[in-house]
């Protein structure tokens, strides 16, 4: 569905810039939301010793709390009523923690290795993680680069790009949340069944 012209202007004039104009009114309260990690599924039995899951990195504007909006390719503002709980890359490496480690496949999985260092590591870099203002409409943009390192070996063992694309009726914080919840779950997902085909794991074991 095309956003009509009229629509995407008043939509833009409910979003607050980053300049002057919050400085002068301070910062508000804004609600705190958190996203979930994709159901569990049990893989049997820990195969693996260790896997760490490293902060992911990002540009300086996504390396925040606040709820991301662009406008226009060249243009970034954040919802004026809510943020994250977390910053984006500790809520993305988190949801893997969480992900990964429900797998059962490997004894530990955390941020940090329980001794000098674990057998895998999980690198990435968080291209895309906001909302966005389309012609067709508003719609939820995530993107990731992974790459599986074997810490042994000191060599990459696999690297990928996760994507996903989730349309939300609108710039309101309620219509936004579910879509970036189903947006982080399927990139979830879709590294979580990379990382354990990249360990040895078969997915389709996964139950």
């Known amino acids: 569905m095309r ?12 979003l607050p810039g980053c300049g002057a104009l919050s400085a002068l009114q301070g910062e508000p309260e804004r609600d705190l939301f958190e996203l979930r990690p994709p159901p569990a599924r049990s893989c049997g039995q820990a195969r693996i010793a260790e896997l760490v899951i490293e902060p992911p990195k990002t540009r300086g504007t996504l390396d925040s709390d606040r ?3 662009r406008p226009s390719a060249l243009q970034t503002q954040y919802l004026p009523d809510a943020q994250w709980g977390e910053t984006v ?8 923690v969480e992900s990964l480690g429900a797998t059962g496949s490997y004894a530990h999985v955390g941020r940090a290795p329980l001794g000098l260092s674990g057998d895998y590591a999980l690198i990435s870099e968080i291209g895309d993680f906001n909302a966005e203002l389309t012609p067709e409409g508003v719609v939820v943009r995530l993107s990731v680069d992974a790459q599986m390192v074997s810490e042994m070996e000191a ?3 696999s690297r990928s790009r996760f994507s996903a694309t989730v349309p939300a009726a609108s710039t309101r914080s309620a219509d936004l949340i579910p879509a970036f919840d189903a947006g982080a779950r399927q990139v979830v997902g879709q590294m979580t069944d990379w990382a354990l085909t990249a360990s040895g794991v078969n997915p389709a074991s996964c139950q």
């Open 67 to 69: 709820i991301m909006i």
């Open 155 to 157: 060599d990459v063992v």
């Open 89 to 96: 890359p500790a809520m993305v490496q988190r949801l893997l």
């Open 3 to 14: 956003l009509p012209a009229a629509l995407m202007i008043a939509a833009l004039g409910t």
